[in-house]
């Protein structure tokens, strides 16, 4: 069974920094790329960032660009995303993707 877990949201004033967990199991973790990917209320899920299943290659969404990075250790089936000078508008459910699935999601949220 195929599971995403997502942990590390919370709330955080802006500026502040958070890093968010995603924990995987049920496929072959190191053979796929992973994603993270974020809805706003009233939006769209859009794309934050992506890495290949060497880590190798990473891209961003415009609006994180210079201030999250994704990673991810193969040896514990985790990705990271390291989100630092987090702005109001980065408030969002943060859903972790990958195997063609998704994870229920952690909140963030950025507020003084």
């Known amino acids: 069974q195929v599971q995403l877990v997502e942990s590390g949201g919370g709330l955080v004033q802006p500026g502040g920094s958070l890093r968010l967990s995603c924990a995987a199991s049920?496929?072959?973790?190191?053979?796929?790329?992973m994603s993270w990917y974020r809805q706003a209320p009233g939006k769209e899920r859009e794309l934050v960032a992506s890495?290949?299943?060497?880590?190798?290659?990473?891209t961003y969404g415009d609006s994180v660009k210079g201030r999250f990075t994704i990673s991810r250790d193969n040896t514990e089936n985790t990705i990271y995303l390291q989100m630092n000078s987090l702005k109001v508008e980065d408030t969002a459910v943060y859903y972790c993707?990958?195997?063609?699935?998704w994870g229920r999601g952690t909140q963030v949220t950025v507020s003084s």
């Open positions: 049920g496929f072959t973790f190191k053979d796929y790329g």
């Open positions: 890495i290949s299943s060497d880590s190798r290659v990473t």
């Open positions: 993707r990958g195997f063609a699935r």
